[in-house]
């Protein structure tokens, strides 16, 4: 951990993948700032490191905006995340109010594997934020969530639907994530965890 004392670690939560937990770090070499992945594999505890993909408005090198930061943002303002879609490690960059680029690593840590999946353009009545949560393989759908609402863009038609759930009230859906079963249970700490209770 020595190596990672100076970098400034996201405040994002990781994203495990294949054993893993990924985050964006930036590190300061004293001349300027760039920007990479750190990996901590879990079985063996080694850390790794994965270079971003070039695109457009960014390098690697910043030295003005932090990531994850969107307060006073300008419209285009280029901001970037990680995330996870099915098996493949993503980026998600985020040109403010006007599209959203997903990236994904079609082989993992290896170089030169990443590959434009989607550009997702804003369109008045969706949210600043969009956050991909599958992308089909044919068909060109992407299942998202715009910070309240959960909805469908047809690349193909170019156009958002908004799926309806039932049973939500009306300040809409707060924050949406994928479910993948497991036989591994969360530890939780209140009395419904008992076995008593199971």
Request: aromatic share 12%.
């Amino acid at each position: 951990m020595k190596k990672y004392s100076d970098a400034l670690f996201s405040s994002d939560s990781g994203v495990f993948l294949n054993g893993c937990v990924h985050w964006a770090v930036a590190h300061n070499d004293g001349s300027c700032i760039y920007w990479d992945i750190v990996s901590l594999n879990l079985e063996n505890e080694k850390f790794g490191n994965f270079a971003l993909p070039s695109f457009d408005g960014f390098d690697g090198f910043d030295n003005s905006r932090s990531l994850g930061d969107s307060s006073d943002c300008e419209l285009g303002t280029m901001n970037w995340s990680l995330g996870k879609l099915g098996d493949f490690l993503c980026l998600f960059c985020d040109y403010y109010k006007v599209k959203l680029d997903v990236w994904i690593m079609k082989e993992y840590n290896a170089k030169g594997c990443w590959i434009k999946s989607v550009s997702l353009p804003y369109v008045r009545g969706v949210g600043p934020c969009i956050s991909p949560l599958w992308i089909s393989d044919i068909g060109g759908e992407v299942l998202l969530h715009d910070g309240t609402h959960v909805m469908v863009y047809d690349s193909r038609n170019d156009e958002y639907k908004r799926v309806e759930i039932r049973e939500m009230d009306g300040d809409g859906v707060g924050a949406a994530t994928v479910y993948a079963e497991s036989l591994v249970s969360p530890y939780l700490d209140s009395i419904e965890n008992t076995p008593e209770m199971q």
